[in-house]
Nanobody, 127 residues
């Protein structure tokens, strides 16, 4: 079972950038599809981006396309979410999630698809 720990959140002004990290342990990251999700106060959790196992196919929510980039470094067992041109509506707790797949089954923007979750990191975009 993969364990996940997010970091990199913080307070940033609109238009600024942050890079979130999802450090993993306990298994080989290469075999896992990874998703990034966020939840703002009073709102439902939403999928932000995901990355397939075995390859580098990605998916993004329309609200973050062109601004966010997901990537992985298998040698560091870490997945990243680079967030540029941040907006106040990006304010939320961000979570990474993982699902082990023996073949490339793609990835999902539905949190119920994933079996392992991190504890979250707060991102606040405000002037």
């Amino acid at each position: 079972q993969l364990q996940l720990v997010e970091s990199g959140g913080g307070l940033v002004q609109p238009g600024g950038s942050l890079r979130l990290s999802c450090a993993t342990s306990g298994d080989t990251l290469f075999y896992y599809a990874i998703g990034w999700f966020r939840q703002a106060p009073g709102k439902e959790r939403e999928g932000v981006s995901c990355l397939t196992s075995f390859g580098d196919s990605t998916n993004y929510a329309d609200s973050v396309k062109g601004r966010f980039t997901i990537s992985r470094d298998n040698s560091k067992s870490t997945v990243y979410l680079q967030m540029n041109n941040l907006k106040p509506e990006d304010t939320a707790v961000y979570y990474c999630a993982a699902r082990r797949t023996t073949v490339q089954l793609g990835c999902s923007m539905n949190g119920a698809w994933y079996g392992s979750w991190g504890q979250g990191t707060q991102v606040t975009v405000s002037s």
